[in-house]
């Protein structure tokens, strides 16, 4: 599933394309696209066409363009969920359209056409109304992502402390800290050496400002790049791939030596996913014992 970079990649490739044109036309391939749209497709493309649509921005792993309406107002806004294989392309309407294409916008200026294509069709789109501030009814409980300015640490900090979880299912939920995945979540822990069952009250403020910095610096670190790419379900909107997959310290490293003491990464089942660890440097600390 695209995590927070990969998903800021396709933002600015958005606000490039697609912020202030109008749209003329939307074509729905697939009803499954808009399953979460009240009213389904006729109102979907009602809500879209004769609009235009305002920059694009991101909270967490969700996209949304401001729509505006009638007198320059935006209370609603095109409202978008990649899932694990959604891809939103900017294409000439030349190019002959994707087998999986589900969404197709076009608009007035007849330029590149927006299309959501989505192979195992997890991802959606809706337009939303929007808070006061432009946020989507739909995110209210979505919490900032670490890469955000107005992101609060000391919350943060204290929240997982409180949490009585384990850390990485702790960096998975995203109303804690959104837009973390299951790739730089285990990247995060590997830099932090973490291990991924540690529970969340035994962790320092000290452990805890270490492993939040080195989410930032690998998810920063993996949007200059594009992000990480492993097959083509993930692109930029331009149809690229990102490069950060040669650049992973643990995930998808199972057997390989670690980067810092040389003992095999090891993959470990985990909530229907899997966990990549170093077994030296990530060691689980032992349960007290009253």
């Known amino acids: 599933m695209p995590e927070l970079p990969e998903v800021e990649v396709v933002r600015r490739g958005l606000d490039s394309w697609v912020c202030g044109r109008t749209v003329a036309e939307v074509e729905i391939c697939h009803p499954r696209a ?3 749209q009240t009213g389904g497709g006729p109102e979907f493309a009602a809500r879209l066409t004769g609009r235009t649509l305002g920059p694009a921005q991101r909270r967490g792993k969700y996209l949304w363009l401001p729509v505006d309406e009638a007198g320059g107002d935006c209370h609603s806004a095109l409202l978008g969920h990649l899932g694990m294989s959604g891809q939103l392309l900017v294409q000439d309407p030349a190019v002959p359209d994707e087998t999986h294409l589900r969404v197709r916008l076009r608009f007035t200026d007849g330029g590149r056409e927006l299309r959501f294509v989505d192979q195992r069709t997890f991802g959606h789109l809706a337009v939303d109304e929007t808070d006061a ?20 640490d000391a919350a943060f900090f204290t929240a997982l402390r409180a949490k009585r979880s384990t850390v990485k299912r702790a960096l998975l939920d995203q109303s804690l800290i959104s837009g973390v995945g299951n790739i730089y979540a285990d990247e995060a822990l590997w830099r932090s050496k973490l291990h991924y069952d540690r529970p969340t009250e035994t962790l320092t403020r000290p452990l805890a400002a270490t492993l939040l910095a080195n989410a930032r610096d690998v998810m920063a670190a993996a949007l200059a ?14 149809g690229e791939s990102g490069y950060f997959s040669r650049s992973l310290d ?18 470990a089942a985990w909530m229907n996913r899997s966990s990549y660890f170093c077994p030296r440097c990530q060691r689980l600390p032992r349960q007290r014992t009253s």
């Open 34 to 36: 808009v399953r979460r």
């Open 250 to 267: 643990a995930y998808g490293r199972e057997g390989e030596p670690c980067y810092r003491c040389g003992t095999p990464i090891r993959r």
């Open 133 to 152: 501030q432009g946020l989507p009814a739909a995110l209210a409980h979505i919490a900032r992502d670490p890469l955000d300015p107005l992101f609060d």
């Open 225 to 238: 790049v594009g992000g990480t790419s492993f097959d083509s379900l993930y692109v930029n909107v331009n």
